[in-house]
């Protein structure tokens, strides 16, 4: 894809941020249905844009197609009526305050879009962009993605779904690719009260979204760097299965897939359990080798056994690396806890957790914690210090309506209120 | 070639001296106990693991820290260099085989023209680690006189690295080159291939031409070809087709008398490669008391002929490190197989994927 410069840039916001007056008028239920429509179609098999997007994302992500299959159906349930609607009333309370003022107690009250989003796509997890531009739609956002230059077909693709349903969306949308220096060039054009700025991404990219966006008062939605944990109660057979299927989604490069697992009892024993798990999916959604991804498991590998006290239950290959030990992975171990990697480490009590957690200085990062017990004392603790989502193992990966994302709802922040009183 | 009793026995002494090495070994549920049949079941130690960054180099050794003679480290690209713990036994090796792979192109030269800075300036790099010289691993080599195939005076180190940019004495290698012309003296060209290849382009440039035609040889080495060395970076691939047809025509050489080197800092040995017109690319041939294992991303197996893997390197000369089969984060093609494996088409692998918001960094 050509990069665009900075005048067509320009031009490209200018002109959704026009059409957004006419986007405002449309009805909530015309989103919602093309949008239910447009997920029956990526749900089915034979779907032409599926059977595409597959093809192209197998061969770019690095991933299986069944293991992206997989992924398309979680992802694109989501696109059903019901469920849409339950987000809504979840994130944003009175859906209908989208299409115009509710009463709300003794007031009136009315949700209003920023009138444009542009969304920065990352590379590491392909359905961010139908979640991008399901909650862009919800509320009346005009949309314009950004694709990254390493995977630029799967939002076209999506987009052409929609116009293919309903052709007038595609004054609302528009996908795009251009250079990393400019954002500087063309974002001071803009008017910045009428724009949102939507970045999923790491440290570094984070940082500098944060700062631009302050520097030009532009509202700004940044999500990430974050990472997912486990803490069993139990270490119960039936978790291993669960927990290898978290992990094997996203090939483990999910802000929310999980690194690290704490068990109580015989961890030893789990991570057997747990490479068998492994070894098992590996016969449904098999493993695409890069040599990024073997020469990182070998490195990794070699690494913990010279520098930990580590057990390795791993295959002569690179399909997954399972590595138990008393001793924990420090900050710097987690960029190897990646593509079915996972370290499995003993507890005692639940405040060790904590107390490794604030001694590695990994709170900030704290995102995704699945969890088998009812322990309250821990619940409160560690969702006070950030851990914004605790599911059940092998539920990391399903969100449902309501759930948290990143501490935030994004619907309510792509929405502006104003009430009559 | 490499002798398989001196390659077990390499592997005995680096098991039974470098706990790491002897944790990798049963981690890998492997025994020295059984006859030694198949290479590719010895436990290699990968390359990035003498990186700086992983702090794990001081345990990389099989002698006592005050036996190390010189703690060598690599012209990294990225700023996270190898450290390698080497005994004066290992630097002799590496000195002689360096030494050898080079002779292999021409026993003697009259004049050299060497892209290499002056060994003054490779020493200003040189500093102390546990009381022991840390230096650039060509320091020594560089300083060496057994190196050079002329004598001294009549052999030039062309680069000037100063801290703002690399220049080299363009005068000096066209007056050498023009008294090799006229007076019929072999003449090697050799060192980075980054430098050998501006240069080639700078004659062509200005339109200097020379007729060296079988006394004219071009020997270059360890890497480059992606136009990254050091610090240094060209902003383009070097094309080998490109490259060998601009020497052939400005310095009038035959084209096998174009050679290139492939080495790294964790081995001792050079594997030094003639260029072959049918592969567009140098075929790289294995020396004395080495092997090669080209080994597939997928499982790890031995490649077939043809196909793409990771570099794995074996000797059966080990002393200060455990170096006896070192797994390299270099790809090839496999040309040929047997006893002495020949390879092609070397390039990085790929090391970095999207991380996006799962990444810290």
């Given at each position: 894809?050509?990069?665009?410069?900075?005048?067509?840039?320009?031009?490209?916001?200018?002109?959704?941020?026009?059409?957004?007056?006419?986007?405002?008028?449309?009805?909530?239920?015309?989103?919602?249905?093309?949008?239910?429509?447009?997920?029956?179609?990526?749900?089915?098999?034979?779907?032409?844009?599926?059977?595409?997007?597959?093809?192209?994302?197998?061969?770019?992500?690095?991933?299986s197609?069944?293991?992206?299959?997989?992924?398309?159906n979680?992802?694109?349930?989501?696109?059903?009526?019901d469920?849409?609607?339950?987000?809504?009333?979840?994130?944003?309370?009175?859906?209908?305050?989208?299409?115009?003022?509710?009463p709300?107690?003794?007031?009136?009250?009315?949700?209003?879009?920023?009138?444009?989003?542009?969304?920065?796509v990352?590379?590491?997890?392909?359905?961010?962009s139908?979640?991008?531009?399901?909650?862009?739609?919800?509320?009346?956002?005009?949309?314009?993605?950004?694709?990254?230059?390493?995977?630029?077909?799967?939002?076209?693709?999506?987009?052409?779904?929609?116009?293919?349903?309903?052709?007038?969306?595609?004054?609302?949308?528009?996908?795009?690719?251009?250079?990393?220096?400019?954002?500087?060039?063309?974002?001071?054009?803009?008017?910045?009260?009428?724009?949102?700025?939507?970045?999923?991404?790491?440290?570094?990219?984070?940082?500098?979204?944060?700062?631009?966006?302050?520097?030009?008062?532009?509202?700004?939605?940044?999500?990430?760097?974050?990472?997912?944990?486990?803490?069993?109660?139990?270490?119960?057979?039936?978790?291993?299965?669960?927990?290898?299927?978290?992990?094997?989604?996203?090939?483990?490069?999910?802000?929310?897939?999980?690194?690290?697992?704490?068990?109580?009892?015989?961890?030893q024993?789990?991570?057997?359990?747990?490479?068998?798990?492994?070894?098992?999916?590996?016969?449904?959604?098999?493993?695409?080798?890069?040599?990024?991804?073997?020469?990182?498991?070998?490195?990794?590998?070699?690494?913990?056994?010279?520098?930990?006290?580590?057990?390795?239950?791993?295959?002569?290959?690179?399909?997954?690396?399972?590595?138990?030990?008393?001793?924990?992975?420090?900050?710097?171990?987690?960029?190897?806890?990646?593509?079915?990697?996972?370290?499995?480490?003993?507890?005692?009590?639940?405040?060790?957790?904590?107390?490794?957690?604030?001694?590695?200085?990994?709170?900030?990062?704290?995102?995704?914690v699945?969890?088998?017990?009812?322990?309250?004392?821990?619940?409160?603790?560690?969702?006070?210090?950030?851990?914004?989502?605790?599911?059940?193992?092998?539920?990391?990966?399903?969100?449902?309506?309501g759930?948290?994302?990143?501490?935030?709802?994004?619907?309510?922040?792509l929405?502006?209120?104003?009430?009559?009183? | 070639?490499?002798?398989?009793?001196?390659?077990?026995?390499?592997?005995?002494?680096?098991?039974?001296?470098?706990?790491?090495?002897?944790?990798?070994?049963?981690?890998?549920?492997?025994?020295?106990?059984?006859?030694?049949?198949?290479?590719?079941?010895?436990?290699?130690?990968?390359?990035?693991?003498?990186?700086?960054?992983?702090m794990?180099?001081?345990?990389?050794?099989?002698?006592?820290?005050?036996?190390?003679?010189?703690?060598?480290?690599?012209?990294?690209?990225?700023?996270?260099?190898?450290?390698?713990?080497?005994?004066?036994?290992?630097?002799?090796?590496?000195?002689r085989?360096?030494?050898?792979?080079?002779?292999?192109?021409?026993?003697?030269?009259?004049?050299?023209?060497?892209?290499?800075?002056?060994?003054?300036?490779?020493?200003k790099?040189?500093?102390?680690?546990?009381?022991?010289?840390?230096?650039?691993?060509?320091?020594?080599?560089?300083?060496?006189?057994?190196?050079?195939?002329?004598?001294?005076?009549?052999?030039?180190?062309?680069?000037?690295?100063?801290?703002?940019?690399?220049?080299?004495?363009?005068?000096?290698?066209?007056?050498?080159?023009?008294?090799?012309?006229?007076?019929?003296?072999?003449?090697?060209?050799?060192?980075?291939?980054?430098?050998?290849?501006?240069?080639?382009?700078?004659?062509?440039?200005?339109?200097?031409?020379?007729?060296?035609?079988?006394?004219?040889?071009?020997?270059?080495?360890?890497?480059?070809?992606?136009g990254?060395?050091?610090?240094?970076?060209?902003?383009?691939?070097?094309?080998?087709?490109?490259y060998?047809?601009?020497?052939?025509?400005?310095?009038?050489?035959?084209?096998?008398?174009?050679?290139?080197?492939?080495?790294?800092?964790?081995?001792?040995?050079?594997?030094?490669?003639?260029?072959?017109?049918?592969f567009?690319?140098?075929?790289?041939?294995?020396?004395?008391?080495?092997?090669?294992?080209?080994?597939?991303?997928?499982?790890?197996?031995?490649?077939?002929?043809?196909?793409?893997?990771?570099?794995?390197?074996?000797?059966?000369?080990?002393?200060?490190?455990?170096?006896?089969?070192?797994?390299?984060?270099?790809?090839?093609?496999?040309?040929?197989?047997?006893?002495?494996?020949?390879?092609?088409?070397?390039?990085?692998?790929?090391?970095?994927?999207?991380?996006?918001?799962?990444?810290?960094i």
């Amino acid at each position: 894809m050509k990069p665009l410069d900075r005048d067509k840039i320009i031009a490209l916001c200018l002109k959704l941020l026009e059409n957004n007056k006419k986007m405002c008028k449309m009805p909530l239920s015309y989103f919602i249905e093309v949008l239910e429509r447009a997920g029956k179609n990526w749900l089915n098999p034979d779907y032409h844009y599926r059977k595409k997007a597959i093809q192209v994302l197998a061969f770019i992500t690095g991933q299986s197609p069944p293991l992206i299959e997989e992924e398309m159906n979680i992802g694109f349930k989501l696109w059903n009526k019901d469920i849409l609607y339950q987000i809504l009333e979840k994130e944003i309370g009175i859906p209908d305050s989208l299409d115009g003022f509710v009463p709300l107690g003794n007031l009136k009250l009315r949700r209003w879009p920023y009138g444009l989003v542009i969304f920065n796509v990352s590379g590491n997890v392909f359905m961010v962009s139908p979640f991008m531009l399901a909650i862009g739609l919800l509320t009346k956002n005009c949309i314009l993605m950004r694709v990254s230059s390493r995977e630029p077909y799967f939002a076209g693709y999506l987009l052409d779904s929609l116009i293919e349903i309903a052709p007038e969306i595609e004054n609302f949308l528009k996908v795009a690719y251009w250079k990393r220096n400019a954002w500087e060039d063309f974002l001071p054009k803009l008017p910045a009260h009428r724009i949102v700025l939507f970045h999923l991404g790491g440290e570094a990219s984070c940082r500098y979204f944060r700062e631009i966006t302050a520097r030009l008062n532009i509202h700004s939605i940044i999500h990430g760097p974050a990472w997912g944990l486990i803490v069993l109660e139990e270490a119960k057979k039936e978790f291993a299965y669960d927990i290898a299927y978290d992990i094997v989604l996203w090939e483990q490069r999910a802000c929310h897939s999980p690194r690290l697992v704490f068990v109580k009892g015989d961890y030893q024993a789990f991570a057997s359990l747990l490479a068998e798990a492994l070894e098992g999916l590996n016969q449904r959604f098999p493993k695409i080798f890069s040599e990024a991804t073997t020469i990182n498991h070998l490195l990794a590998r070699q690494k913990f056994l010279v520098s930990s006290q580590v057990k390795l239950y791993a295959p002569p290959d690179t399909s997954y690396t399972v590595v138990s030990s008393s001793n924990r992975p420090r900050k710097k171990d987690f960029s190897h806890l990646t593509d079915r990697f996972i370290w499995v480490s003993p507890i005692t009590k639940l405040d060790e957790v904590i107390d490794y957690l604030e001694q590695e200085d990994l709170i900030p990062y704290l995102q995704t914690v699945a969890y088998d017990g009812r322990d309250e004392n821990f619940i409160r603790r560690i969702t006070s210090l950030g851990a914004s989502r605790l599911t059940s193992p092998g539920k990391m990966n399903q969100f449902l309506p309501g759930a948290s994302h990143d501490g935030v709802y994004n619907l309510n922040l792509l929405t502006k209120l104003s009430t009559i009183q | 070639m490499i002798d398989l009793l001196r390659f077990k026995k390499a592997l005995i002494y680096q098991y039974e001296n470098c706990i790491a090495y002897r944790k990798i070994c049963t981690a890998a549920h492997f025994s020295l106990d059984a006859p030694l049949e198949d290479l590719s079941s010895v436990p290699f130690i990968v390359n990035s693991l003498f990186k700086r960054s992983l702090m794990l180099f001081p345990e990389l050794i099989c002698v006592p820290k005050e036996r190390i003679y010189v703690w060598t480290f690599s012209s990294s690209t990225n700023g996270d260099p190898s450290i390698i713990g080497r005994t004066l036994r290992d630097i002799r090796l590496r000195n002689r085989g360096y030494v050898q792979m080079r002779k292999q192109v021409i026993k003697r030269a009259d004049i050299s023209l060497l892209f290499f800075p002056p060994p003054r300036f490779l020493r200003k790099h040189r500093s102390i680690l546990f009381n022991r010289p840390l230096e650039p691993f060509l320091a020594s080599l560089i300083s060496s006189r057994a190196f050079y195939l002329s004598n001294k005076e009549n052999t030039f180190l062309l680069l000037n690295p100063n801290n703002k940019a690399v220049t080299f004495d363009k005068e000096q290698a066209i007056r050498q080159l023009e008294r090799a012309e006229s007076t019929g003296s072999t003449i090697i060209l050799g060192g980075s291939v980054i430098f050998t290849y501006l240069f080639l382009g700078w004659l062509k440039k200005k339109k200097i031409r020379f007729q060296l035609g079988n006394k004219g040889f071009i020997s270059t080495g360890a890497g480059g070809w992606d136009g990254k060395k050091g610090n240094f970076n060209l902003g383009e691939e070097i094309d080998k087709e490109e490259y060998v047809e601009l020497a052939h025509q400005v310095l009038g050489i035959p084209i096998d008398h174009i050679l290139d080197g492939y080495g790294t800092t964790e081995f001792p040995f050079m594997f030094y490669g003639r260029y072959s017109p049918e592969f567009k690319d140098f075929l790289y041939h294995t020396p004395p008391h080495a092997h090669v294992i080209i080994r597939r991303k997928d499982d790890l197996r031995p490649a077939d002929i043809g196909e793409r893997g990771f570099i794995e390197l074996l000797t059966s000369e080990v002393d200060g490190y455990p170096g006896a089969a070192i797994l390299t984060d270099d790809t090839a093609l496999l040309v040929s197989d047997g006893k002495d494996p020949i390879f092609t088409n070397i390039r990085r692998a790929s090391t970095s994927f999207k991380a996006g918001c799962a990444a810290f960094i």
